[in-house]
């Protein structure tokens, strides 16, 4: 193994293999210290595996619904679901992880990314000491240093992981489906699990200290997931605090809450998931003798490049105080290669990235909602357009949701520069592009306008809500 590269990325996460693997492809010598599986959390025990959950819990619904399409299920005639063989479920999910975990590899293999399997520290000059898993260890040096060490669920006081409290790790790993399940925060984490399991049959209990779940959320998209939420039978706890929990005999716990001055409540559950929030993992990272910053929070403080206090060392990812999302430490390991290799990229707009939830229904936005913009100081025209007379939504069955498209107000009072685009229901996720490139290339109402939407489809309700903003519509 050599001891010398160009770059040294510490952290194998979206963030970190994608800057390994970028910068290798630009001809960059690197090397990848990574603790656990490549990957990190998102690929591990984040988003592909509560997504393939999420992709179980759909196709029951389909067959719970399969009779409206002419197709019977067996059992049909007596009214019977499916039933869920969730061992089954969670081989599948380790499967997909597996394979996708084994390709990064091969892709570190295939473009010379030597990978360290152990823990790494930084030190003085661009030095990372490492220990190796095996136990050895190893002193490594990099012109650069990239720090991408990810971040950990975030706990609270007397919820200690093991038995039926499970923050996101541990609930990916169940290879059962449990009857009772309290979530605790109502984000898009906790809204991604309480749906999950409530379309898998769970009884299921959102506790969230907001006014409401998904705080932050355009309102009427949160008024869409709310109704949703609360037609699958789930149980709205907003505006109140968790107390404690008491275990039962049974290996389940009753968990107490209540409004701050108010009287307390409980209910009794299986399972407790703790999903409020997580924080930066800089823990490990050593740091002795250098000029990188760990704010008070946790967060190692960089600039608009991703660098560090530290020449030529950068940290991207959930470790910095940007939003937590795989695709957004895509953008910053991208930044930070070019910016290493002297191409002098454009700083990201992180007021515009793109926003995914994959509840059901799913939420997706690029850019202010309409409160957000309104409180920047801008005057705003607002269209907003129902999945329910779509007709491709009501080809798949699934017409609950919308499309919000936020514009500028010209000062003739039309509606100028697309500044956000918000969406929930069917597909949202995989809808979102047009909108992103709207609100990114600054586009204007009657540019996109012009452009031809494929019908039937459920993307072609991005182009009538922009249609309606010109102040002529097929529709009211």
């Not at 984000?187 to 907001?210: K, P």
């Not at 990188?292 to 910095?320: H, M």
């Not at 996720?429 to 306008?449: C, F, H, K, P, R």
Request: proline residues 5%.
């Amino acid at each position: 193994m050599s001891d010398k590269f160009d770059v040294v990325v510490i952290g194998g996460g979206p963030g970190g293999y994608s800057a390994a693997l970028y910068g290798a492809s630009a001809g960059l010598n690197v090397a990848l210290v990574e603790m656990d599986a490549l990957g990190g959390t998102c690929l591990n025990r984040g988003c592909i595996p509560a997504k393939a959950f999420l992709e179980t819990a759909a196709v029951k619904r389909h067959v719970d619904h399969a009779a409206e399409f002419g197709i019977n299920p067996p059992g049909h005639e007596e009214g019977k679901q499916a039933t869920v063989d969730f061992a089954r479920t969670q081989a599948r999910k380790q499967g997909i992880v597996d394979g996708l975990v084994a390709g990064i590899a091969a892709m570190c293999k295939g473009r010379k990314v030597e990978v360290f399997n152990g823990t790494g520290s930084l030190g003085p000059g661009r030095t990372v000491g490492v220990v190796m898993n095996d136990g050895s260890k190893a002193i490594i040096t990099g012109d650069a240093v990239i720090l991408a060490t990810g971040s950990v669920p975030r706990t609270i006081a007397g919820f200690d992981r093991g038995g039926p409290i499970m923050t996101s790790d541990e609930v990916l790993d169940l290879d059962y489906v449990p009857s009772r399940v309290a979530v605790i925060g109502g984000g898009a984490i906790g809204c991604e699990f309480a749906s999950t399991f409530a379309d898998l049959g769970s009884e299921v209990t959102i506790l969230e200290g907001a006014p409401k779940i998904l705080p932050g959320l355009d309102t009427d998209v949160a008024k869409v997931v709310e109704r949703s939420f609360k037609k699958k039978k789930i149980a709205l706890k907003t505006g109140i605090m968790v107390t404690g929990h008491q275990p039962n005999d049974s290996g389940g716990t009753t968990v107490s809450f209540g409004p701050k001055d108010g009287e307390s409540d409980s209910v009794e559950v299986d399972v407790v998931v703790v999903s409020v929030g997580r924080r930066p993992l800089a823990d490990h990272l050593g740091l002795e003798g250098t000029a990188v910053v760990v704010d008070e929070r946790g967060f190692v403080q960089v600039n608009e490049s991703c660098e560090t206090g530290e020449p030529g060392v950068y940290a991207i990812g959930d470790l910095i105080n940007t939003p937590q999302l795989a695709h957004v430490g895509y953008a910053e390991a991208i930044l930070t290669i070019k910016h290493l290799l002297g191409e002098s990229p454009m700083p990201i707009r992180y007021d515009r990235v793109p926003w995914a939830i994959y509840c059901h229904p799913e939420v997706a936005w690029a850019g202010p909602d309409e409160q957000q913009a309104k409180d920047a100081g801008y005057d705003v025209v607002v269209g907003k357009h129902s999945f329910k007379f779509n007709s491709r939504a009501q080809i798949i069955g699934e017409t609950e949701g919308l499309v919000k498209v936020i514009a500028k107000k010209n000062p003739d009072g039309t509606a100028g520069q697309v500044l956000g685009v918000h969406m929930v229901g069917p597909w949202a996720t995989e809808q979102l592009s047009g909108g992103y490139l709207a609100v990114n290339w600054e586009a204007t109402v009657d540019e996109i306008a012009e452009f031809i939407q494929p019908h039937p489809s459920l993307s072609e309700l991005f182009g009538e809500t922009v249609l309606s903003l010109t102040g002529r519509s097929f529709s009211g």
